[in-house]
């Protein structure tokens, strides 16, 4: 076993996803506790020109049309082969729809340990955040190649990209049979705005309560410049189409403002909005997770606030 | 001497008329009682079985209250004088017809001033029905309110019913216009239209050949009306006495009727025709399309799909249309999750329509079907999870009381002479801790010796129950119960009406020893009675005060606190919908944990609107946490704050009781 | 006609306030109130769905914990037909390895055409029990599911990626699915159904042999997290809290 950080590059439809890059800044920091280096690992077809901006010390890529797109199984079967093969101290997996897929199998299949939602790495060791947020365990790395899925908020995006392509290796891997195949993408409703892309954020939650109130925040939207989005509830409600939802199944945002009403602030939400510059939180529970993050943050009932904070507004 | 002839001007050639009459008025009767028998042997037939044959002379006085003096009809003064004025006129023609049969064929004594008598109060009631049968004509083609149907049948059975009484009115005249006997003055009504008679110069021979018609006319036309009773709308004489007398006698619906079981025990869920009892078609059957229910209701007024009227009709229709589904076809589910369970339209029907349990009854179907609305769903999980609607722990019941220097007793270590019962929303609603602490703060002023229950209280139940959710209920009283029966106490205080229905009315009382319950109103005017209480300063408030359906309309109490209020110093100016009329906020029933759905205007913001509209009061008092909830937003949403405040009535004492 | 198993297990409920038991590296299970896996919820009712659909039997086998057998009890009023039992040494926690061997074991002897369970749980540290329990059965995996039809020797699965991108995957059976959502939300059981079930169901027993762990992490220690900071509340009554905000947003030059 070699001291080295693999980390498994997670792309999506010619993107890179930002998780990747999260992994290769905890990578950076476990190499350095364990003097080895850190090794990108790519898997695709015709997909060289994703490791551009890896920071990454070495890459490993293998083309095979087998893995134009994900699947869990054929992707699965292409890592066994280069972990057996290459026997690193530690990998690093998205805790994401591609990561997850793969990490728990490879770990009952190679006999190897997984520690999992990992949100930073710690004096070589991995600090994981568990039960909605509530409890932190700390765990070191096992004698065996360790498997690691991580989940976003420990680093930023920029920390894992570099302007240097790191170099290039190509490995085979022998894919047999894929009981696994994907049918055809199912694009989301055309979206009539894309809201990682704006400035100004008003995110509504359970607390806006019905979908006639958010008249109040799209006029709140309108005098700061902004778009309202939401949190999983009020999406899944059909209050808003997916294309303005936040959070671990929905988008990663980093407006300038993000105005949370009546958000609590769970993790899967907090992952698709943590990076954003300025946080303020209106809740009327003093306790909801979300003022850990805020910058500013009030203990009051939103719809108290909203004709006052319009008005105001209004003569500014 | 004043004596009657019996058939006066009927020949006797063709056989004693007696045999025509008594021949035809059998049949037709038999022929009534045959049709009617066929209608209600539905009932029995199709319902399931209920029993209601207990404290027979208790019945028998609703009869007489309700279908006799018919105090409900005379809630409303135009159609209440109208409908007595009909209904009474033939009360009192049924028992003249009946005294005559019994002189005619048994015992005479209608003559001298017995028979003055008879003939005056005949006639006077003749004047009395024409006047009804005026103002009837005048509501359904004049006024026209909404709430009645306008059908030719309606009209059908008034005209019916006045030819009746026209013909007897000019058999009457006629023959007074022939005999013109000395005493005729004692029949005013006929006397005077005889003139009319006497001045067209007719002879006597064309007087009674007129008299002959006439009678023969009115004898085919009771017959006719007593055929066609059973099909019409005058079954309502029929089925709105029987209804009163089959009604619950129960305290008024603060109990609801236990879901339905087979013999065996299994139970029934309430769908289809055949799954109501025999009292819940007969309730179909009774209903007269008053509509004064529909009227009174919230969820109706809201424009939701429900009408209380409707509802009990598509009962009737289902019933004379062989039809069985009720649940999802004659009746719409969203209709039956609109109810807020407020009582208005019970307790306005005036035939004694239980509307309440049969939409209980099928709301337990829709339950049991998994059938519910996600928010519904969510707040029945975190009651059975939780013990409160808001998912959270127990442990943070008492959490508003955590500021309170000298901390509450907790009800379940150590005695308390008051056991406060907090309820849900004053616990847990963050927007309605302070108000729970100045009720704390009040009791500690007044130096009451109180506990709270603290984790070991859940919610009451009243409104689960209300819901459908007989399971869950029950599980929520268990745990109750088993709270108080370890805690010692002399009385239960609550500070809400839902709590306070549900403790009184549907906990066994045998386990909580039978215990007086209170809400804190009735509390505080017994301590202002007692002396305990005083206040130190007279805050002169223009204020109007809102009775809460659970504890107004279902349990009565509309003077406890009026007084409260008075005694604060505060005006109460009343709102034109109060005590019993008052017009329910649209929390109840469960109404609060579900997806508002579509509405024209919420029944908070048309309350506030009829408080606004006093014009000269400031403060909208109220005495239940889902009040403060549902009228504070409607104040925001009708953009009243400048014109008004809602407050709860501890908030007046709490005040009143400051330096 | 399917032969759908579903894994489900009960999580902490995050209610209540955690806390770390004395070892310092696992909760403390004495005051901890549990409360079953959200995510297996949405897999029961997937389960149902499909065997509402098209027929077949649906089979739940659950890790002993307190309440599991309400919990059981609870399913079988939806409409599952088997329920089984571990029942092993998990009083004081267990690793999803561990955990993910028993159910393989019991799972494997039903013979099942698809195996459901949560995508994940909120106390997974050494992963979730999908990945794990399909290898150990030999099964082909596929997670975040929120939709999936059988035909045949066929499943087509609708996986999710993160913005509303839906990826449909066929997947020969048998196969594991890790359930994000299940194609309705979960349903409503009355309580009186479960009282019903609690009377005429029978819950199977088997016991799991010893457990075997290897594959979790080396837990140095589990803490409770301080909030690194806190953000800034602002005071006052709305008028005061609008008037602020407005200053704060001048300042960021967003008004």
Redesign the interface.
């Known amino acids: 076993m070699n001291q080295d950080i693999f980390v498994v590059v997670e792309h ?1 439809r010619g993107q890179v996803a930002d998780i990747s890059y999260i992994m290769l800044a905890a990578a950076r920091d476990l190499a350095q506790a364990t003097g080895g280096e850190v090794v990108g690992v790519l898997l695709g077809h015709n997909a060289q020109d994703l490791a551009n901006d890896l920071a990454a010390d070495r890459l490993l890529y293998s083309d095979h049309p087998a893995l134009a ?5 054929a992707y699965q079967q292409a890592l066994a082969g280069l972990l057996t093969a290459q026997a690193p101290r530690a990998v690093f997996f998205g805790s ?2 591609i990561g ?6 490879l ?3 190679l ?7 990992c949100i930073r790495v710690a004096d070589g ?2 600090i ?15 004698n065996e190649t360790t ?1 690691i ?1 991580m989940i976003p908020g420990g680093y930023k995006p920029a920390q894992g990209q570099t302007e240097t392509s790191p170099a290039i290796t190509t490995f085979e891997v022998n894919i047999e049979a894929p ?11 055309a979206a009539d705005v894309d809201i990682s892309s704006e ?2 954020l008003i995110a509504v939650g359970r607390g806006i309560q ?1 979908e006639d109130n958010l008249e109040l925040a799209e006029e709140l939207a309108g005098l ?2 902004g778009v309202v989005c939401a949190s999983r509830p009020v999406v899944d ?1 059909g209050w808003l ?3 303005r ?1 936040v959070g ?5 945002v980093k407006p ?2 993000y105005l949370a009403l009546g958000i609590s602030g769970a993790p899967e939400h907090v992952e698709g909005m943590t990076d954003a510059e ?4 209106i809740n ?2 003093p306790d909801a997770p979300i ?11 939103l ?3 909203i ?3 319009l ?3 209004e003569e ?1 | 001497m004043p004596e009657r002839v019996n058939y006066w001007g009927i020949p006797h050639n063709w056989g004693a008329p007696e045999l025509y009459v008594y021949t035809i008025m059998f049949l037709a009767a038999f022929v009534m009682l045959f049709r009617f028998y066929r209608q209600a042997s539905l009932w029995w037939k199709i319902g399931q079985p209920e029993a209601r044959w207990d404290k027979l002379h208790l019945r028998l006085g609703r009869l007489i209250q309700y279908a006799i003096v018919q105090t409900k009809v005379l809630r409303q003064r135009y159609p209440g004088v109208m409908h007595v004025a009909i209904a009474w006129s033939y009360f009192v023609f049924f028992l003249g017809t009946a005294l005559a049969t019994i002189h005619d064929h048994f015992f005479e004594f209608l003559f001298g001033n017995t028979l003055i008598v008879y003939k005056f109060t005949l006639d006077a009631f003749t004047i009395v029905f024409l006047v009804g049968a005026g103002m009837a004509i005048y509501r359904r083609y004049v006024q026209k309110p909404r709430r009645l149907t306008l059908e030719p049948g309606f009209t059908g059975s008034l005209t019916l019913i006045t030819l009746i009484v026209l013909g007897g009115l000019f058999t009457e005249s006629l023959r007074l216009a022939v005999e013109q006997p000395a005493w005729a003055w004692s029949s005013p009504a006929g006397w005077g239209l005889a003139q009319l008679w006497i001045a067209t110069g007719a002879s006597d021979a064309a007087l009674t050949s007129w008299h002959l018609g006439i009678w023969v006319f009115h004898l085919l036309i009771v017959a006719l009306t007593l055929i066609t009773l059973p099909v019409g709308t005058l079954m309502h004489a029929l089925t709105g006495p029987l209804n009163a007398f089959f009604s619950k006698l129960n305290h008024p619906f603060g109990t609801l009727s236990p879901g339905k079981e087979t013999p065996t025990g299994k139970p029934i869920y309430v769908s289809q025709l055949s799954d109501l009892s025999w009292k819940q078609l007969l309730d179909g059957d009774a209903c007269t399309e008053c509509g004064r229910c529909q009227d009174a209701c919230p969820a109706f007024a809201a424009g939701t799909p429900l009408s209380p009227k409707e509802l009990i009709l598509s009962i009737r229709d289902a019933l004379r249309s062989n039809g069985s589904q009720l649940v999802g076809e004659a009746i719409a589910t969203e209709a039956l999750w609109a109810c807020t369970t407020c009582g208005a339209c019970i307790h306005e029907c005036p035939v004694l329509i239980e509307h309440l349990d049969a939409i209980v009854d099928m709301r337990r179907y829709l339950v049991i079907e998994g059938d519910v609305d996600a928010e519904l769903q969510d707040a029945l999980t975190n009651l059975g999870r939780y013990g409160n609607s808001f998912g959270q722990s127990e442990r943070m019941r008492a959490k508003w009381a955590k500021g309170i220097e000298s901390k509450i007793k907790d009800a379940g270590k150590e005695p308390v002479e008051y056991l406060w019962f907090v309820g849900d929303y004053a616990a847990y609603s963050p927007t309605l801790s302070e108000i729970t602490q100045k009720t704390a703060a009040v009791f500690q002023q007044i130096g009451l010796d109180f506990g709270i229950l603290y984790k070991g209280e859940n919610h009451s139940g009243n409104d689960v129950r209300r819901a459908g959710e007989e399971g869950l209920f029950e599980m929520l009283v268990e745990k109750n119960m088993k709270a108080l029966e370890r805690s010692e106490y002399q009385t239960i205080v609550t500070t809400d009406p839902h709590s306070y229905n549900a403790l009184k009315n549907e906990y066994p009382t045998n386990g909580n020893g039978g215990k007086p319950v209170l809400h804190y109103t009735e509390l505080l005017d017994q301590l202002i009675a007692s002396g305990q209480l005083k206040f130190i300063k007279k805050l002169g408030y223009k204020v109007t005060y809102h009775d809460p359906c659970y504890l107004g309309r279902y349990n009565g109490v509309y003077d406890a606190p009026r007084r409260v209020i008075e005694a604060t110093g505060c005006e109460i100016i009343e709102m034109p919908r109060c005590r019993d009329q008052a017009f329910c906020c649209g929390a109840g029933g469960g109404r609060i944990w579900m997806a508002e759905g579509e509405m024209s205007e919420r029944p908070s913001e048309a309350r506030i609107r009829e408080a606004v509209e006093l014009g000269n009061v400031t403060d909208f008092i109220v005495a239940c946490p889902k009040d403060i909830t549902m009228y504070a937003d409607a104040v925001k949403t009708t953009s009243n704050e400048e014109y008004i405040v809602v407050k709860d009535l501890i908030e007046l004492v709490f005040e009143a009781l400051s330096e | 006609m399917t032969n759908i198993v579903v894994l489900a297990k009960l999580v902490p409920d995050l209610v209540e306030e955690l806390e770390i038991a004395e070892s310092g590296t696992a909760l403390d299970m004495e005051w901890l109130r549990l409360i079953i896996n959200e995510f297996d919820n949405h897999a029961t009712e997937q389960a149902i769905i499909l065997k509402e659909r098209s027929g077949g039997e649906v089979t739940v086998i659950a890790p002993e914990a307190e309440g599991v057998n309400e919990m059981l009890y609870t399913i079988a009023a939806k409409g599952a037909d088997r329920l089984i039992l571990l029942k092993g040494d998990f009083e004081n926690g267990v690793n999803n390895h561990a955990l993910a061997r028993a159910f393989a074991s019991a799972a494997k002897e039903l013979k099942p055409d698809l195996v459901l369970t949560g995508v994940q749980a909120n106390d997974d540290l050494d992963g979730s029990v999908g990945p794990l329990v399909a290898e150990y059965l030999g099964m082909s995996y596929v997670g975040y599911i929120s939709g999936v039809s059988v035909s045949g020797e066929t499943a087509v699965a609708r996986k999710e990626y993160p913005g509303g991108l839906i990826a449909e995957m066929e997947v020969a059976l048998p196969a594991v699915l890790g359930i994000q959502a299940g194609e309705e939300p979960p349903r409503y059981v009355a309580i009186s159904k479960v009282r019903q079930m609690m009377k005429t169901a029978t819950i199977d027993e088997q016991e799991v042999g010893d457990l075997d762990a290897s594959g979790g992490p080396v837990v140095q220690r589990m803490y409770v997290p301080e909030a690194a900071e806190r953000a800034e509340m602002l005071e006052g009554d709305e008028e005061e809290v609008a008037a602020r905000l407005v200053e704060i947003f001048k300042e960021a030059g967003l008004v």
């Open positions: 999506l797109e994900f699947t869990s199984d994401t729809s997850s897929d793969i990490s728990g199998v770990s009952a299949r006999g190897l340990p997984l520690v999992s939602s060791n991995l994981s955040q568990i039960c909605g947020g509530k409890i932190m365990a700390e765990s070191a790395l096992s498997l899925t009981r696994v195949s994907l049918k055809q993408y199912i694009e989301p409703e400035n100004v019905t700061l410049g409600q189409p997916t294309s939802m671990k199944s929905g988008k990663s300038k403002l300025m946080i303020v939180a009327m529970d003022f850990d993050i805020a910058k500013y943050g009030a203990e009051i009932d719809f108290d606030l004709d006052p904070l008005e105001a507004l500014a």
